[in-house]
């Protein structure tokens, strides 16, 4: 299926275990929407940043429960994909598309 670039990606994660395996492992994470699969992925990320794809990694986060009182709440659940690119290949995170 062919998904618009912005159904696919919502933003890069970018803390200090991501930053590392950027670095290292040229290992991209981004935060991505739930229904999206790796080929929408890869092909998201190709084309978003002109480079080749060799892995896609994806973890499914589930929301946590709050509670205040007697009033309860709950986090959206959520997607992350950590994407391998090719070896010489890199990123530019600073000025991503809005």
């Known amino acids: 299926?062919?998904?618009?670039?912005?159904?696919?990606?919502?933003?890069p994660i970018?803390?200090?275990k991501s930053v590392s395996a950027k670095d290292a492992q040229n290992r991209y994470t981004f935060r991505v929407r739930s229904g999206a699969n790796k080929v929408?992925?890869?092909k998201?990320?190709?084309?978003?940043?002109?480079?080749?794809?060799?892995?896609?990694?994806?973890m499914i986060?589930?929301?946590k429960l709050h509670r205040?009182?007697?009033?309860?709440g709950k986090r959206?659940?959520?997607k992350k994909a950590i994407v391998t690119v090719k070896e010489g290949q890199k990123?530019?995170?600073?000025d991503l598309p809005k």
């Open 14 to 16: 970018l803390s200090e």
């Open 91 to 94: 990123i530019d995170l600073t």
């Open 68 to 72: 205040v009182g007697r009033y309860e």
């Open 61 to 63: 986060f589930m929301g």
């Open 76 to 78: 959206s659940d959520w």
């Open 40 to 42: 929408d992925i890869k």
């Open 44 to 58: 998201a990320v190709e084309n978003l940043f002109k480079v080749k794809v060799e892995k896609v990694r994806t």
């Open 1 to 11: 299926m062919n998904r618009p670039i912005s159904e696919v990606l919502v933003a």
